[in-house]
């Protein structure tokens, strides 16, 4: 079946520190890719989205480009801020009922 | 600018107990979902309620129902609470591809 996956449970950087979040997929077909961001105490929040291969979503700072070949959907970020505190979420859509696959969810901490 | 809106934000309760949680999108939207976050942030789908089409994951306990008046209310309850009904449980709702999620509640089960 369709899945997402996230590697990182967990990332701990230091302000300015460059950030990559790593998001492989599965699907059939040909899926929307997203990235989710939650802040504490509220609900995930659309950061970003891509539909085709070598798009690259932006917002914020934070960037993703689509990857068919090597079914990935990265997000990266030069600079963190520790507002950028959250928990990240990759997600796809694969079918027209416009359903969700959900990645685990990479919780990021900036050290101030 | 809060969109969905969720009330209570926290509700604790002891094991058999009944709750029941509410969500009221301002937006528009035709679609609506219950999602469950557990405490490792894991989130997974409950149920999803389009145009009067209820769609429910076939994992979710038969004593969690939805309950819709009308197409900007979802309301969630749970007949006898369990200890592992403790979670945070967010709804949203969808135009097109993009979600849109409320700030959840907070369910605890003593």
């Known amino acids: 079946g369709d899945s997402v996956t996230q590697t990182e449970g967990q990332v701990a950087l230091s302000e300015e520190d460059f950030l990559t979040i790593h998001c492989n997929y599965s699907a059939s077909g040909y899926p929307t890719l997203f990235w989710y961001v939650q802040y504490p105490g509220e609900g995930p929040q659309l950061l970003f989205r891509a539909s085709r291969d070598k798009e690259k979503g932006s917002s914020r700072g934070f960037e993703a480009t689509y990857d068919k070949g090597t079914t990935s959907f990265h997000l990266r970020k030069a600079s963190v801020q520790e507002s950028d505190s959250a928990v990240y979420y990759c997600a796809l859509r694969v079918d027209s009922n416009y359903q969700l696959i959900w990645g685990s969810g990479t919780k990021l901490i900036i050290k101030p | 600018e809060t969109a969905v809106f969720q009330t209570p934000n926290y509700h604790v309760t002891q094991v058999g107990n009944e709750v029941s949680f509410n969500c009221k999108q301002t937006?528009?939207?035709?679609?609506m979902y219950w999602y469950k976050q557990d405490s490792k942030k894991l989130l997974k789908i409950m149920f999803s309620?389009?145009?009067?089409?209820?769609?429910v994951n076939e994992t979710v306990p038969r004593r969690f129902s939805p309950q819709s008046s009308d197409k900007a209310h979802l309301n969630l309850r749970i007949k006898s609470v369990e200890p592992e009904d403790s979670a945070v449980y967010l709804c949203?709702?969808?135009?097109?591809?993009?979600?849109?999620f409320g700030p959840g509640t907070r369910l605890t089960v003593l």
């Open positions: 949203a709702s969808r135009v097109y591809a993009e979600q849109f």
């Open positions: 937006l528009g939207h035709d679609t």
């Open positions: 309620y389009n145009n009067k089409q209820l769609i």
